[in-house]
């Protein structure tokens, strides 16, 4: 199977889906970055005593960031999705 000759239109949408994967990827270590400090390292490094209790009041905002990124993250992986199409226009065969 050889795939068709690239244009440079196509080029440029492959170029516009690897922006749209590695802004997925960033959004999505963001995301999982402050559900951790928000969900688990914050209560228990309070519970334990090693930080004090009012660090707990940041918790809604890492939550708040962390759905904000979450959202992000979806827009960006339907933009992928979406950009991907350009690769059947390449190889028109979908199973080899």
Known sequence: MTPAVVTAEQWQQIHQTLIWFWAFLGCIVVF?????????????LV?????????????????ALAAIFLIAA?????NVVNGIQV???IWPQRWI
């Open 32 to 44: 999982a970055a402050n559900m951790l400090v928000a969900y688990a390292i914050i209560p228990s």
């Open 47 to 63: 519970s334990t005593r090693d930080l004090p209790a009012k660090v707990a009041a940041i918790r809604p905002v890492l939550f």
């Open 74 to 78: 979806v827009f960006a992986f339907v």
């Open 87 to 89: 690769l059947y226009e």
